[in-house]
């Protein structure tokens, strides 16, 4: 009986120590997945491009202005060409407009050298609009870019709405990316998204490079098992990387936590992509 009372005491104190270190710990701090995509085909004005991609803020849940001044510091370090948000800049919370007026200063001072670029994710309201524009970010929501260096070479970057709340056929509203790909190559293209799951839905061969967000990566992630809270949207494509045929498909983890104020084995970070031959 001592011998059960001992492992059930032990037991408990390992559980405890989990839930609160996936609560108080595992949400704390950003890192910086760097990434190397190759493309043979790069032409050299866009050798070493780098994108930064940010995701899932959340703000309002275990995100505030401390640590989005901190993700703003860490993604300056980076002297990033592009960088793209795909989405859920907000959350289940109401931020009122004072602490707006507080959020928008900050994101502005991201600094790219090229753009800043974003779409709308799932949670993402009126509030997102005006936000995302007075910090600089063009909202490229079903529809696309055609971005330069120093040449007439481009590569293109399109965006797609969340999918979750707007019935409007995901074909449809890619239609004038699709038109222009279909006369016109560029060197390079992208497409942002929010929820991965809907990749299926898409001609998405049309495509170098697709970014997504939304999975947070699971979330709670176990060794073997990998995330285990899944999203509408976001069930059958949940973790960081996947290949499909010639495309590449990577999915940020995010930045917040979205119902659950919980991290564990997954700490919110962004992505640094580097496109290189």
Same mark, same amino acid.
């Given at each position: 009986?001592?011998?059960?009372?001992?492992?059930?005491?032990?037991?408990?104190?390992?559980?405890?120590?989990i839930i609160?270190?996936?609560?108080?710990?595992?949400?704390?701090?950003?890192?910086?997945?760097?990434?190397?995509?190759k493309?043979?085909?790069?032409?050299?004005?866009?050798?070493?491009?780098?994108?930064?991609? /940010? !995701?899932d803020?959340?703000?309002?849940r @275990?995100?505030?202005?401390?640590? &989005? #001044?901190?993700?703003?510091?860490?993604? =300056?370090?980076?002297?990033?060409?592009?960088?793209?948000?795909?989405?859920?800049?907000?959350?289940?919370?109401?931020?009122d407009?004072?602490?707006?007026?507080?959020?928008t200063?900050?994101?502005?001072e991201?600094?790219?050298?090229?753009?800043?670029?974003?779409?709308?994710?799932?949670?993402?309201?009126?509030?997102?609009?005006?936000?995302?524009?007075?910090?600089?970010?063009?909202?490229?929501?079903?529809?696309?870019?055609?971005?330069?260096?120093?040449s007439?070479?481009?590569?293109?970057?399109?965006? /797609? !709405?969340?999918?979750?709340?707007?019935? @409007?056929?995901?074909n449809?509203? &890619? #239609?004038?990316?699709?038109?222009?790909? =279909?006369?016109?190559?560029?060197?390079?293209?992208?497409?942002?998204m929010h929820?991965?799951?809907f990749?299926?839905?898409?001609d998405?061969?049309k495509?170098?490079?697709?970014?997504?967000?939304h999975?947070?990566?699971?979330q709670i992630?176990?060794?073997?098992?990998?995330?285990?809270?899944?999203q509408?949207?976001?069930?059958?494509y949940?973790?960081?990387?996947?290949?499909?045929?010639?495309?590449?498909?990577i999915?940020?983890?995010g930045?917040?936590?979205?119902?659950?104020?919980?991290?564990?084995?997954?700490?919110?970070?962004?992505?640094?992509?580097?496109?290189?031959?």
């Open positions: 009986m001592k011998h059960i009372i001992k492992f059930f005491s032990i037991l408990l104190v390992i559980i405890i120590s609160l270190y996936s609560r108080y710990i595992g949400i704390k701090g950003i890192n910086v997945n760097e990434t190397s995509i493309y043979n085909e790069l032409l050299d004005d866009f050798y070493g491009l780098k994108i930064v991609h /940010i !995701s803020i959340h703000y309002g @275990t995100i505030h202005i401390k640590e &989005l #001044k901190e993700l703003v510091h860490k993604i =300056n370090l980076t002297k990033p060409d592009i960088v793209v948000f795909t989405g859920d800049l907000f959350t289940d919370i109401k931020i407009a004072s602490e707006l007026d507080k959020i200063p900050v994101l502005n991201i600094d790219a050298s090229i753009g800043k670029y974003a779409i709308k994710g799932d949670n993402d309201n009126e509030q997102f609009d005006t936000v995302i524009s007075n910090a600089g970010f063009k909202d490229i929501s079903n529809s696309y870019e055609l971005i330069y260096t120093n007439s070479n481009y590569i293109m970057l399109s965006g /797609i !709405s969340s999918n979750l709340k707007d019935k @409007t056929d995901i449809e509203k &890619l #239609k004038s990316s699709y038109e222009f790909l =279909n006369t016109n190559k560029p060197n390079y293209s992208i497409l942002i929820e991965p799951d990749i299926d839905n898409i998405y061969s495509y170098n490079l697709v970014l997504a967000g999975s947070l990566n699971g992630r176990l060794p073997f098992i990998g995330g285990i809270i899944k509408n949207g976001a069930k059958k949940i973790d960081s990387n996947y290949t499909l045929k010639n495309t590449k498909l999915i940020s983890n930045i917040g936590t979205y119902k659950y104020s919980y991290r564990l084995f997954n700490k919110p970070s962004f992505n640094l992509y580097r496109i290189i031959k």
